[in-house]
């Protein structure tokens, strides 16, 4: 994106890409804010698509698809239990977790509001945006880091929508900060974290969706990441 105008074919095509990782993480930022409902698990399992070359990230796809197909009202409660106890420690003390609070995994006594909250927070309010209010947990949550990243993402497919110079320069920013949240936030914690949830959802060694989730998820934000510093 380095060229001062781009070509309507490549616009059409940069929008296309941006809508695409717009609409996984806002997918993802989903998963993580709340409990699995019979409409998420039907859009996964039938609705949602996503090309990829990737062998790692089709087949935790495949896996979270599968895990939801036909899935029935009892299927969805054990997920529930599942949330709960994962990712806010509900159920047996001896059980393990995945708190999904960059804070915790990067905060010298592993706790949450430290520096990384401080920190998003900030960003947050540079790029003029807010947490949803009716989402009570802080802004270092990983459902709002995601969601971050697809707002992001919408607005460079707005700017590449107007067809002008300027606005293509407008986009190419909003890379830059989309990689620079990356690297400054998401890169520092989630392999990690995910490779703890993994552990977590799948005590037994069974494969579930939030283990594949946790694969899904780290493919994903890394291979989202090499593909920004591809198109800078």
């Known amino acids: 994106m380095s060229e001062s105008t781009l070509t309507p074919e490549l616009r059409r ?3 296309d ?7 996984v993480y806002r997918l993802l930022s989903r998963c993580y804010r709340s409990e699995m409902d019979a409409v998420l698990a039907r859009e996964i399992a039938e609705e949602f698509s996503l090309e990829t ?3 790692a990230l089709a087949a935790s796809l495949g896996a979270m698809r599968a895990s939801l197909a036909g899935i029935d009202e009892s299927g969805l409660e054990m997920l529930a239990v599942t949330f709960d106890r994962v990712f806010f420690g509900m159920g047996p003390l001896t ?5 999904p609070y960059e804070s915790v995994y990067t905060s010298d006594r592993g706790i949450m509001m430290q520096e990384a909250y401080t920190q998003v927070a900030r960003t947050y309010r540079e790029q003029a945006l807010a947490k949803d209010a009716s989402f009570t ?4 949550h990983l459902a709002v880091e995601l969601a971050f990243m697809a707002t992001l993402a919408d607005r ?8 002008d110079g300027a606005a293509d320069k407008a986009a190419e920013e909003t890379v ?3 990689l620079a949240f990356a690297r400054a936030h998401l890169l520092n914690w989630i392999d990690c974290f995910c490779a703890e949830l ?6 037994d060694g069974e494969e579930g969706f939030y283990a594949a989730l946790a694969r899904f998820t780290a493919a994903f934000v890394a291979g989202d990441a090499a593909l920004l510093e591809e198109m800078l």
């Open 13 to 15: 095509s940069l929008a």
């Open 17 to 23: 890409v941006m809508e695409s990782r717009a609409n």
């Open 53 to 55: 070359d990737d062998d």
């Open 95 to 99: 059980a393990r977790h995945a708190f």
């Open 137 to 140: 947990e802080p802004e270092d």
């Open 156 to 163: 460079a497919v707005a700017f590449l929508g107007t067809g």
């Open 176 to 178: 830059r900060q989309s």
């Open 198 to 203: 993994e552990t977590a959802a799948a005590p």
